[in-house]
């Protein structure tokens, strides 16, 4: 009863204020606006509702521009952490490519002699990463719809999240202040991505989606990485001075860029195909490849 009442006088206040209003109007803007209006010019119908509760329409239509955002995420991301890495590092005097450690880029200052003394640019590094990261978790979201029909693809997608975990890890904790789950966190994300990009090559294989090489060169590049992984890890445990030449000449620099560079050159191709605008797997085709 009383809700009643208040809703009956909350009517009669709001056409009270609207005749009001429209008293103060001057008749010739309100002829204009009333002809405008009906035009349709003024508050379009689909300016006002979301497209899915505009009569005719589906939810779909705004799976495409998701996809795009999420594959111009994984372009972005990628690059803008090589060119910061790149910059920093020629900024830094005596860095290498080579002969320096990625993370010696997110050193900050220090007087460890087992480290890099450190930079005060370190957080152009560990920003880019996280940034690098995050938006890889954007990526995904538009990639799920496309890979989340087999179990390749969701153990593909789960790996890359993985990476991202990984890769915010390696950030948070640098070198010099907490070596040990910096190292754990750099582990996984080394580790994991090679994988991710052969699952991904299985998945491709058979999937007229991803024509044109999409398999063999995913598994190319996850080859690559495992095998910069080894020539890294053989120096790391062994010892620098007990491999050969040739592969302590690429350490530690050299071998940790061949286990990155394939997985971002990977991931910014997957954000391309995205923004090219892949389709989703036909509800038939998932079915009956639902085993791999």
Same mark, same amino acid.
């Given at each position: ?12 206040? #709001?056409?009270? +204020? ?21 035009? $349709? ?11 899915? #509760? ?8 705004? %799976?495409?521009?998701?996809? %795009? ?25 005596? #860095? ?5 450690? &990625? ?5 900050? *200052?220090?007087? +460890?002699?087992?480290? +890099?003394? @450190?930079?005060?640019? /370190? ?14 978790? !954007? ?5 799920? *719809? ?7 693809? %969701? ?17 948070? /904790? ?9 190292? &754990?966190?750099?582990? &996984?994300?080394? @580790? !994991? @991505? /090679? ?25 190319? $590049? ?9 020539? #890294?890890?053989?120096?790391?445990? +062994? ?14 620099? $050299? ?10 050159? /990977? ?9 090219? $605008? ?15």
């Amino acid at each position: 009863m009383l809700s009643n009442f208040r809703l009956h006088r909350s009517r009669r206040l #709001y056409l009270s +204020a609207t005749e009001v209003s429209l008293s103060f109007t001057p008749p010739w803007l309100m002829a204009a606006v009333t002809r405008r209006f009906r035009e $349709g010019a003024l508050f379009p119908t689909h300016a006002l509702l979301p497209s899915e #509760y505009l009569p005719g329409s589906e939810m779909a239509v705004t %799976k495409p521009t998701l996809r %795009k955002i999420s594959g111009w995420a994984l372009i972005i991301g990628p690059i803008q952490f090589v060119v910061a890495t790149l910059v920093e590092g020629a900024l830094i005097p005596g #860095y290498g490519l080579i002969t320096h450690w &990625i993370s010696d880029l997110g050193a900050p *200052p220090n007087t +460890a002699p087992h480290f +890099a003394p @450190g930079t005060s640019l /370190w957080w152009v590094f560990s920003t880019s990463l996280i940034l690098m990261s995050l938006l890889i978790f !954007v990526g995904l979201v538009g990639l799920k *719809p496309v890979l989340w029909d087999r179990r390749l693809g %969701k153990l593909t997608l789960l790996l890359a999240a993985v990476v991202a975990l990984g890769g915010i890890g390696v950030a948070v /904790w640098n070198e010099v202040d907490a070596l040990v789950l910096h190292s &754990i966190s750099a582990l &996984i994300a080394f @580790g !994991v @991505g /090679w994988i991710a990009m052969v699952l991904f090559g299985v998945y491709a294989r058979h999937d007229p989606r991803w024509k044109g090489g999409w398999s063999p060169l995913s598994l190319l $590049g996850g080859f690559v990485s495992l095998v910069a992984l080894i020539l #890294y890890a053989i120096p790391t445990f +062994a010892g620098r001075a007990n491999v050969p030449s040739w592969l302590a000449s690429i350490y530690p620099g $050299g071998s940790e860029r061949l286990i990155v560079i394939p997985l971002v050159i /990977w991931l910014v191709a997957v954000g391309i195909q995205l923004v090219r $605008g892949i389709e989703e797997p036909a509800p038939s085709s998932s079915a009956a490849t639902l085993s791999t």
